[in-house]
């Protein structure tokens, strides 16, 4: 995979050849491939935290009728650090939520919470049939899609959701089972 330069799109989701080192990784193992999902799949959880940050500052205009100051800070820190939280426990899901495809094995990595991971991993030697998918129409418009990775026995199969470049990700992935 040698002819594969160095490529990072969409903010990092579909980075080609990166110089990301994981845990676990064997020492003559080079990352091909560093997936995540699509910037555009994370819009709803953007657009809930606005709307939640206006409706907060529309409600100060409202409380200063039924509350006290003391009441309306305490809403107001309140509401802040709930707003935080949202944000910040959305972009680490985001974030942490990383396929990773080497030279030598495929690995899907999901943290459902920030105490809860669950890594998959798949030999090249052991994968079958790679499948991608896509369907919708935003998902035609902004190319992204699942990638489905099959493998043989009782191996767990490995699905990367929603990434950008599905698949340009198989084609990669075919080549490296090629060779």
């Not at 699509?38 to 409600?59: C, D, F, G, K, R």
């Not at 990434?163 to 198989?170: G, L, N, S």
Request: glycine fraction near 4%; hydrophobic fraction near 50%.
């Amino acid at each position: 995979m040698n002819h594969l330069a160095e490529s990072h799109k969409l903010f990092h989701s579909f980075c080609i050849s990166p110089s990301t080192k994981f845990e676990g990784q064997n020492n003559d193992e080079i990352v091909i491939l560093r997936l995540r999902a699509h910037p555009v799949t994370q819009i709803y959880w953007l657009i809930n935290t606005v709307i939640i940050t206006l409706t907060v500052i529309l409600l100060n205009f409202l409380l200063p009728n039924f509350l006290e100051i003391n009441q309306i800070i305490f809403f107001n820190l309140f509401a802040i650090g709930i707003i935080f939280a949202y944000f910040w426990f959305n972009l680490i899901g985001w974030f942490f939520n990383v396929g990773i495809v080497t030279n030598e094995r495929i690995i899907d990595i999901d943290l459902s919470s920030v105490l809860y991971k669950e890594v998959t991993m798949a030999l090249l030697k052991k994968v079958e049939d790679v499948t991608s998918k896509s369907g919708g129409f935003f998902s035609a418009v902004f190319d992204y899609g699942n990638l489905f990775v099959q493998t043989a026995g009782t191996e767990a199969n490995v699905e990367f959701i929603n990434i950008p470049k599905p698949a340009e990700a198989a084609k990669i992935i075919n080549e490296l089972l090629s060779k």
